[in-house]
């Protein structure tokens, strides 16, 4: 089954709009930063945004190439993994986003701003990273397909 490039299109442009007001953000110094509720506010919730537009291709790729549905979102980028389709190393990376944005949904009084503030110093470039994994994910399917 062909992936849906279009639904894919629509969840990068997510992450790549969330990754322009993210960079904005982390030019503010740190006391800068912890000083504005807004800044902090708007950085968690364009981080767990954007962490979501990620597994949302993640389950989109499962689904359309009939991997096993795992029960969470970061069994989603394991699945991916064990097909082949992810570095272990990147992997990593996701579900370590993917444990985060659930630290931001489920477990929000316990979010420290540093750790938020330390994300955008230092791990922006992973959404960058997933979403050159999804075109090569997407364009191996296409090449597959013109071989069959």
């Not at 089954?1 to 990754?19: H, P, T």
């Not at 110094?29 to 981080?47: G, I, M, R, T």
Request: proline residues 2%; charged residues 30%.
């Amino acid at each position: 089954m062909e992936f849906d490039q279009k639904a894919i299109r629509e969840r990068v442009d997510i992450i790549q709009q969330n990754l322009v007001r993210l960079e904005e953000i982390r030019q503010a110094p740190w006391e800068d930063f912890q000083a504005d509720y807004l800044k902090v506010e708007a950085s968690k919730h364009l981080l767990q945004t954007a962490i979501e537009a990620m597994i949302d291709i993640c389950a989109h790729f499962v689904a359309r190439l009939r991997l096993k549905i795992p029960k969470d979102s970061a069994g989603l980028i394991r699945a991916l993994e064990k097909a082949g389709l992810l570095p272990k190393e990147h992997a990593d990376k996701y579900v370590n986003m993917v444990k985060f944005r659930n630290l931001v949904v489920h477990l929000y009084a316990e979010v420290d701003d540093c750790q938020v503030y330390g994300i955008l110093q230092n791990n922006l470039d992973d959404f960058r990273t997933f979403i050159a994994d999804a075109w090569r994910i997407v364009r191996s399917k296409q090449e597959r397909a013109k071989n069959e």
